[in-house]
Nanobody, 115 residues
Framework: QVQLVESGGGLVQAGGSLGLSCAAS????????MGWFRQAPGKEREFVAR???????YYADSVKGRFTISRDNAKNTVALEMNSLRPEDTAVYYC?????????WGQGTQVTVSS
């Protein structure tokens, strides 16, 4: 089993920055794909970013150039640095882990961008 806990959400003004962190337990994440998803009110959950064990990354077009995903295998964490935030980035952000063919999710952390 993999347990994921997100932290770092909050309220930020448009154009500002916010950093999210996801701490994992139950498994060592070094060989797993990690990612971030988000879900805005009234919308479906959407992909934001992912990172492979090698550090190779992939981003949704909507956040490319503004968000950065990273991982620290020694600390068993994954982070999402969000810059140049826009009101449309407002959502609950979820940490995701793909391990042994299964998807694991954190409880989510709220990010609200005001304008």
């Amino acid at each position: 089993q993999v347990q994921l806990v997100e932290s770092g959400g909050g309220l930020v003004q448009a154009g500002g920055s916010l950093g999210l962190s996801c701490a994992a337990s139950g498994r060592t994440l070094s060989s797993y794909i990690m990612g971030w998803f988000r879900q805005a009110p009234g919308k479906e959950r959407e992909f934001v970013a992912r990172i492979r064990s090698s550090g190779r990354t992939y981003y949704a077009d909507s956040v490319k150039g503004r968000f950065t995903i990273s991982r620290d295998n020694a600390k068993n964490t994954v982070a999402l640095e969000m810059n140049s935030l826009r009101p449309e980035d407002t959502a609950v952000y979820y940490c995701n882990c793909v391990a042994e063919g299964n998807d694991y999710w954190g409880q989510g952390t709220q990010v609200t961008v005001s304008s």
